[in-house]
């Protein structure tokens, strides 16, 4: 569908000015575009992305999470901790061991989406 009126001057005309001057009143400030790039940037990583996917299934030890990655615990414990500080999951220590779960159960389901799609 054509959206476009562009006319010969290369100007919108009144109608898409405002439908644009709308649309730009919703849009988040720059800076939250900043914090929503910072996150998805996070998730650009195969290794974070396959620890939001194990942990869509439910909470986690650490050493599951290392042997079903085959990583080591330091790269694993790296991972887990940009996850955290971005807010995708939360940690809960039980003894020597921090079980890690997912903030929001609709991570792990946008995960799942997001590689059907692409």
């Known amino acids: ?19 644009l001057k ?5 849009m988040p400030h720059d800076e939250q575009f900043e914090e929503y790039s910072s996150k998805l940037k996070a998730l650009s ?6 620890i939001l996917y194990l942990l869509s299934d439910g909470e986690l ?3 599951e999470i290392i042997v079903a990655l085959d990583k080591p615990q330091s790269s694993i414990s790296h991972h887990l901790n940009i996850l955290k500080n971005l807010g995708f999951i939360k940690g809960r220590k039980e003894g020597v061991w921090i079980y890690y779960s997912l903030t929001n159960p609709k991570i792990g389901n946008i995960v799942k989406e997001l590689i059907g799609l692409i």
Do not use: A, F, G
Request: hydrophobic content about 20%; proline content about 6%; glycine content about 0%.
């Open 1 to 19: 569908m054509k959206t476009c009126e562009v006319s010969d001057e290369c100007r919108p005309n009144e109608k898409q000015i405002q439908r």
């Open 22 to 26: 709308e649309l730009m009143t919703s």
């Open 45 to 50: 990583d195969p290794t974070r992305l396959k």
């Open 61 to 63: 030890c650490v050493c």
